[in-house]
C-alpha cells in the first residue's frame, strides 16, 4: 500500500522560510514522478512544483520559481520541498503527490497516490 506523509507546515512570518517534507512507504521512490500542490481556502488546488523520477527536471509554477525548491533524496524515498521569501498568498494546504511513471506533470488529475496535506501559514 503507498503512503505519502507531509511534515514540516507551520506557521511563519512574509518572507521567512519552511522545508516541507513528503516520506513515501510503499513503492520505490526512484521509479515515480512527484508533485506538490497547493490549496487555499475557497480556492481550487494549484500546481506548484513537480520533478520525475530522477529529480534532473523539475517544472514550478510560475507563482514560485525561483523561491520554491524541489527535491528528492531516492535513498531515504523522501522528497522536499524548501520555501524561502513565503509570502501571505503562499498561505495554504500543502499536498504532496505521486504518479506511477517517470515523468512528472503539472495536472493533478495525472497522479495518482497524495498525501493528507499539511497546512503553511503565512503571517503578513
Known amino acids: 500500500q503507498v503512503q505519502l506523509v507531509e511534515s514540516g507546515g507551520g506557521l511563519v512570518q512574509a518572507g521567512g522560510s519552511l522545508r516541507l517534507s513528503c516520506a513515501v512507504s510503499g513503492r520505490t521512490l526512484s521509479a515515480s514522478a512527484m508533485g506538490w500542490f497547493r490549496q487555499a481556502p475557497g480556492k481550487e488546488r494549484e500546481f506548484v512544483a513537480a520533478?520525475?523520477?530522477?529529480?534532473?527536471?523539475?517544472y514550478y509554477a510560475n507563482s514560485v520559481k525561483g523561491r520554491f525548491t524541489l527535491s528528492r533524496d531516492n535513498a531515504k524515498n523522501t522528497v522536499y520541498l524548501q520555501m524561502n521569501s513565503l509570502k501571505p498568498e503562499d498561505t495554504a494546504i500543502y499536498y504532496c503527490?505521486?504518479?506511477?511513471?517517470?515523468?512528472?506533470?503539472?495536472?493533478?488529475?495525472?497522479?495518482?497516490?497524495w498525501g493528507q496535506g499539511t497546512q503553511v501559514t503565512v503571517s503578513s
Open positions: 503527490a505521486l504518479r506511477e511513471v517517470a515523468i512528472g506533470t503539472i495536472r493533478a488529475a495525472e497522479y495518482d497516490f
Open positions: 520533478n520525475n523520477w530522477s529529480g534532473i527536471i523539475t
